[in-house]
């Protein structure tokens, strides 16, 4: 079945390729540059990686749809043997020297494929248009000229369909979120190399064609192969639509230097919009673990600090010193009874990274009531908790440095009563808190807000662009707002 489905990709690709050329060329031009991008070659690739080597002979089967189409049996049957190695030799250069892995998400995959697309489809690009002279089809001072435009031909259409295929398969899509600012980029992608490549083929001037290049950088640089994969496509379908509408009206003699211009810039537009996406995703790898090394450090400290209060001790030592104390001194017996209590919640975690935000809550209230009775008058507390997100999951600690935060600056800041305000509540899929306190915002200086810094590690581990951290600033009040998805 896989072979199958294989052959019918391919042989449907070179079936659109050689229609669309006669459609818009019956008569043919030079050279064969009806084919403008011979969609086959990265179909072909594509299916290789995916499958594995030993599907090549499935492509020999490319030889039907052109000697259907009215091609010379001898030709056809020499194009898809040459074809099938081009495709064999690409997918083993990828494989082998590449270090493929199911998707090009490297620098090295994506480099191996741009040498592959300008050295595999030499094995055919060499042969035919040699075959061609020799039979008499056009003069051999063609040649040249027939060797570059079915090489760029091939070469390119391997860098636009290849890795675009394999996404597809795999369903891989590099970055999750911002879908709206992702069609829009898609949208402007695909606007902006209509727009070049129509004033290209309309001889306006070469360079409007350049206008292609920002919108696909920046969805490499933003987000990932997969993505990318995708605007390319779009592109080429922009191409094949410029020359539809300007093939009636163009001399036939002047359209083989322009697909060779198109051919050559496409190349160069896909190798640099793949470049950027490798290299966008190769740092975000690197990111992640340096996330994920400073978490795994983190829990080891945290951990350490655990072992080395001994929690039993801790809390009959504190019993103890609550028992002397008179009856009446009610404040301090209360004090030492909810820092018993806010120890046990701290200490008796495990290895937890998850918590109901109504545990969490829970803890920073015991926390809130030792620092009320601490600073008496000048500190009021106020917490608005909506009760569908309570159950919500949210990382451990979430909210006792952003509390400890909003305490320390909002007494600094604040000249009478410092008001701490907690409020949290689900909107559209999303919980969102916000932590604020009265006063104005207050440079931390060189100790950069330590706390607030690894709660932004800690949610970009954890949710990656799904979640949010702002710090808001009023006119007497600052806090810090967090939306986390309500499913993660």
Known sequence: MRALLFSLASNAAVLSVIEFGLYLWPEGLAVNTQNIFWLATGVNTAGLLLLGLRYWPVLLLNAFPAWILGGPLAMSLLGSCTNALEALLAAWMILRLGGF?????????????????????????????????????????EYGRALGNWNLSNGAAMLFITPLAVTVFRRDWGREGRMIELVCAGILATALSFIGFDATLHGVGMNLAFLAFPAIIYIAARYGIGETTVALGLTLLTVYASLALHAPIKPSAEIPAMIWFLQAFCWVLAATGLLVAALGTERRVAERASLEATLTAEKARLAALRYQINPHFLFNALNSVRATLPLSEAVAREMITDL?????????????????????????????????????????????????????????????????????????????????????????????????????????????????????????????????????????????????PVNS
């Open 101 to 141: 892995a199911g998707r090009f998400d490297s620098i090295r995959s994506v480099g191996v494929l741009l040498i592959a697309s300008l050295i595999a489809p030499l094995v055919n690009t060499i042969v035919i248009p040699a075959y061609l002279c020799a039979a008499g089809m056009y003069p051999w001072s």
């Open 340 to 484: 018993a209590g806010y120890l046990r919640s701290t200490l008796n975690t495990g290895e937890e990274e998850m918590i109901a935000l109504g545990e969490e809550l829970r803890s920073v209230q015991e926390y809130l009531r030792i620092e009320e009775r601490r600073f008496g008058d000048h500190l009021q507390t106020k917490l608005r908790i909506e009760e569908n997100a309570e159950k919500v999951e949210v990382p451990i600690f979430l909210l006792q440095p952003l509390v400890e935060n909003a305490i320390r600056h909002g007494l600094e800041a604040s000249r009478d009563v410092c008001v701490v305000e907690i409020t949290a509540g689900c909107r559209e899929e999303r919980l969102v808190i916000q932590v604020s306190n009265t006063g104005q915002w207050k440079d931390p200086g060189e100790r950069k807000g330590v706390g607030l810094e690894n709660i932004q590690r800690r949610l970009k581990l954890l949710y990656g662009e799904k979640a949010s951290f702002q710090i808001e600033k009023g006119e007497n009040a600052v806090g810090v707002r967090i939306e986390l």
